[in-house]
């Protein structure tokens, strides 16, 4: 795929926007991720991070979408790839999460606007704020004294 001038920006911009999904994502054991991935059992790894993302975004905003892989080898690294997909309001975002033991990164592969602007910067800037929109902020009640 060819990689256009401002994916770096919103591989950014989603990166920030997903980070404590990510940080949940790899509380789950490594060899669970090898033992779903390896018995095509991805419904369990859906339920995953539909879990993790319950605590941070609007029901349906990230979804796991057509596959995950497992890249553990004698020599390197384990890594976990997963395909998701960001659904705010207005935007379609499909992109891999890589899981490794002390960081994630994101790749994102693919962004559809409902109402594009001809401006990649304003569709980033967009992009930026419909994310923010849609994540469940924890709110405290304010301590008033009467």
């Known amino acids: 795929m060819d990689r256009q001038p401002f994916s770096v920006t919103r591989e950014i911009i ?3 926007a997903i980070q404590d999904v990510a940080s949940e994502l790899r509380l789950i054991e490594l060899a669970d991720y090898i ?7 991805m419904a369990n790894i859906a339920d995953i991070v539909e879990s993790a993302a319950e605590l941070f975004f609007m029901p349906g905003t990230l979804l796991l979408r057509h596959g995950c892989e497992a890249h553990v080898t004698w020599t390197d690294s384990p890594r976990i790839a997963l395909d998701l997909e960001l659904r705010p309001e207005g935007a379609t975002i499909y992109f891999t999460l890589s899981l490794t033991a002390f960081k ?3 790749e994102v592969n693919y962004v559809a606007f409902q109402n594009p602007s001809d401006d990649p910067e304003l569709n980033s800037a967009f992009l930026k704020e419909t994310l923010e929109n849609a994540r469940i902020r924890k709110s405290f009640p304010s301590s008033r004294s009467a």
């Open 104 to 106: 994630a990164g994101v």
């Open 14 to 16: 989603v990166a920030n």
């Open 35 to 41: 033992a779903f991935i390896r018995l095509e059992s």
